[in-house]
């Protein structure tokens, strides 16, 4: 086995094997992490591909997603020294803390590298109500980042002016969200807010936009309860859940104002 940088024509083989693990993964995270991340976006070959990871880096802090080996070949280390690698190449690029969402059958080779528990993430699925205007107009870049380090502590500008030029963007005072394609249907997220009121108002907003009755799934923190909250009241259903973690320099986290994460779980 070597492991080699990841290619772009190694994404149909990564989302076959996704899409028998159940998961949700869009291409463009893919390209996303080689423009931006290439060292930490690698594969794992025997004779031919057969194991992933994806690493992203935003200023001081980076997240490991999309970890997978094809089931035939686990247990035989693929995994871990792919993770290994991963995490090498974000701690030489200077990150302080490195994020990941786990499965509770990974979570035993994370804590092993030293992560730990800081939160669960929830995926609530939806439907869009419709007859809304789609959002316009562009968003200054800053806004978002200041709403969005709030709750993660960190700038974070690359994943959202990458999300805000692929989706739509709702604001308020004090908020906003984005409303994403994501394969037959949207993601709702990020979504950022001060406060309840105001991230209510975005999920009616953006619920709006897309065509009635189409699927809304999002990945929300556990312990911003607020969201909960107003998912219920939206009629969503949580359909699953993963455990977030970190490693490295504990994070300036604050889950009250993450009301949904930017992707699908995979890099924040």
Do not use: H
Not at 4 to 17: N, T, Y
Not at 197 to 217: H, I, T
Not at 221 to 233: D, Y
Request: hydrophobic share 45%.
């Amino acid at each position: 086995m070597y492991i080699r940088p990841f290619s772009p024509g190694d994404v149909p083989a990564f989302l076959a094997l996704a899409a028998a693990e159940g998961w949700v993964s869009d291409p463009w995270e893919f390209s996303f992490g080689m423009d931006t991340f290439p060292r930490g976006c690698l594969a794992a070959e025997d004779g031919t591909a057969v194991a992933f990871v994806t690493a992203v880096r935003y200023t001081l802090s980076g997240w490991i997603g999309n970890l997978i080996v094809a089931k035939d070949l686990r247990g035989r280390g693929y995994g871990s020294r792919l993770m290994g690698r991963a995490l090498e190449e974000l701690l030489a690029a200077g990150v302080k803390t490195v994020w990941l969402t786990a499965s509770e059958q990974g979570r035993p080779l994370y804590e092993k590298m030293g992560f730990r528990e800081i939160d669960s993430v929830v995926r609530w699925r939806g439907t869009a109500t419709g007859g809304g205007e789609r959002a316009g107009g562009a968003v200054p870049l800053n806004e978002l980042v200041a709403l969005d380090r709030a709750g993660w502590g960190d700038d974070r500008s690359g994943i959202l002016a990458a999300v805000a030029a692929r989706g739509m963007m709702i604001c308020e005072q004090g908020g906003f969200m984005a409303m994403q394609p994501c394969g037959g249907g949207f993601q709702a997220g990020p979504w950022a807010a001060g406060d309840e009121g105001v991230a209510e108002g975005l999920l009616d907003r953006a619920r709006s936009c897309p065509g009635r009755g189409e699927q809304v799934l999002l990945d929300v923190p556990a312990r911003n309860g607020g969201a909960a909250r107003i998912l219920t009241g939206a009629g969503f259903t949580a359909i699953g859940r993963t455990v977030l973690m970190y490693r490295g320099a504990p994070p300036a986290y604050v889950p009250d104002r993450i009301f949904a994460l930017a992707t699908m779980g995979s890099i924040g």
